[in-house]
């Protein structure tokens, strides 16, 4: 059955932030917020639940609709929100019975518009109690609504009046209060339209600042021109005269370096002349008959050439662990162990081993890891 409007109260909008009402306005508050000329500063930037209330004149809530709405930076809900909550409200279905009758019911799961189901919400689990709270919270009266007679329980009634009009037995009493809320909302809009007026105003006066400002930096610049060119005048004399210096400087540093330059060149030759005598030295030793031998524990002997000498004196070790074809780290390895050829388990930790082990003569067959550990710590590593 359609509901008369003269059992109609009014349209509410409640605001859910979880499973609480943060807010509650009058639907006309809400269509002045979708028009632009209030904001809800407090909900700038979030995203919120909310729930489209048709109400009974005994304060029952006939019809709930269940939508979801995005606030932008000012408090005001974007131009592309275009949700027909009046419309959606007329084709509920029927929902639950809190004792005041069948209460008619729009969600995502029982709307049948494509397009407006992503734009509503249903319930989960946690928040099956909301439309019992909706229901409680009209009861509850805090937007100041017209209460009237009761017309008794009601079955399922559909909401199919898009202006509410002011027609009651008690019309009177309707009226002063349907006229309290109207001029309330009306001083909340003008306000707001007084608001943006004194920031316009505000913003003129910022302006009128600038332009006297700039004036007052116009006659600076004038003024500043004049100390500016002599200034600059000076300026150029003294880039002048530094660049003279430096160009001095910069010829004495060049002279500097062609006389390095030259100094190295001679080092360079001397070094040269010096190795080449060493050469030619130690060539007429060894066709005298004289050896030059060197010997390394674990390595044996070695009759060096003359062209051998200098790389053997830079890095003997280098040059003994490239006799044996092993690295220069695996060779001073196994060096070190003829020296003490110990288990090195625990070494790292301390706790050296220490069990005797026999000499490998050659570090080519030297396996670091395995010939520098006893049999008991091979089989444990293995």
């Given at each position: ?21 943060v ?6 508050e809400?269509e002045a917020?979708?028009?632009g000329?209030?904001?809800i500063p ?6 919120y639940?909310a ?19 995005t606030?932008d930076?000012k ?11 009046r ?10 019975d809190f004792?005041?009758?069948t209460?008619?019911i729009m969600t ?8 407006y ?8 689990s946690?928040?099956?109690?909301c ?24 079955g ?21 209060d349907?006229?309290?809320n109207?001029v ?5 809009m003008l ?11 505000k913003d003129?006066h ?6 006297l400002e ?16 002599k ?5 150029d004399?003294?880039?002048?005269e ?6 001095v ?5 060049h002279?500097?370096q062609?006389?390095e ?8 030759r001397?070094?040269a ?9 130690l060539?007429?030793l060894?066709k005298a008959g004289?050896e030059?031998t ?10 060096l050439?003359?062209?051998q ?9 280098r ?28 070494e ?12 490998t ?6 396996v ?12 444990a590593?293995?």
């Amino acid at each position: 059955m359609v509901l008369p409007d003269r059992f109609l109260s009014g349209e509410a909008i409640f605001f859910f932030d979880g499973n609480e009402v943060v807010k509650q306005m009058l639907y006309s508050e809400f269509e002045a917020v979708l028009d632009g000329v209030v904001g809800i500063p407090e909900f700038s930037g979030r995203h919120y639940k909310a729930a489209y209330i048709v109400i009974e004149s005994v304060l029952n809530a006939h019809t709930i609709v269940l939508f979801e709405v995005t606030f932008d930076k000012k408090g005001q809900v974007p131009d592309s929100w275009n949700i027909p909550l009046r419309k959606l409200a007329k084709e509920g279905v029927n929902g639950p019975d809190f004792g005041g009758g069948t209460i008619n019911i729009m969600t995502r799961r029982s709307c049948t518009d494509s397009y407006y189901k992503p734009m509503l919400w249903e319930p989960h689990s946690k928040q099956k109690g909301c439309l019992r709270r909706i229901y409680d919270l009209v009861k509850e009266n805090r937007l100041g609504l017209y209460k009237g007679e009761s017309q008794g329980r009601r079955g399922s009634a559909r909401y199919d009046n898009t202006p509410l009009r002011d027609f009651h037995a008690d019309g009177a009493e309707l009226v002063s209060d349907q006229h309290k809320n109207s001029v309330e909302n009306i001083q909340s809009m003008l306000s707001h339209k007084y608001e943006k007026k004194i920031v316009s105003l505000k913003d003129e006066h910022q302006n009128a600042i600038t332009d006297l400002e700039q004036q007052h930096r116009e006659q600076i610049e004038i003024v500043s021109d004049k100390y500016r060119a002599k200034f600059e005048r000076e300026l150029d004399w003294a880039r002048e005269e530094f660049t003279g210096e430096l160009d001095v400087k910069q010829l004495e540093l060049h002279y500097s370096q062609e006389n390095e330059k030259q100094l190295q060149q001679e080092v360079e030759r001397a070094e040269a002349s010096i190795s080449d005598a060493q050469e030619q030295f130690l060539s007429q030793l060894m066709k005298a008959g004289i050896e030059l031998t060197v010997s390394h524990i674990g390595s044996g002997t070695y009759n060096l050439e003359s062209h051998q000498v200098k790389e053997y004196l830079e890095n003997s070790t280098r040059f003994w662990a490239a006799r044996q074809g092993v690295t220069e780290i695996h060779y001073e390895t196994w060096y070190n162990y003829q020296q003490n050829p110990v288990c090195q388990m625990g070494e790292s930790t301390g706790c050296l081993c220490g069990v005797k082990l026999e000499r490998t003569n050659c570090a080519a067959d030297f396996v670091m890891g395995e010939s520098d550990l006893c049999a008991k710590h091979r089989r444990a590593k293995n």
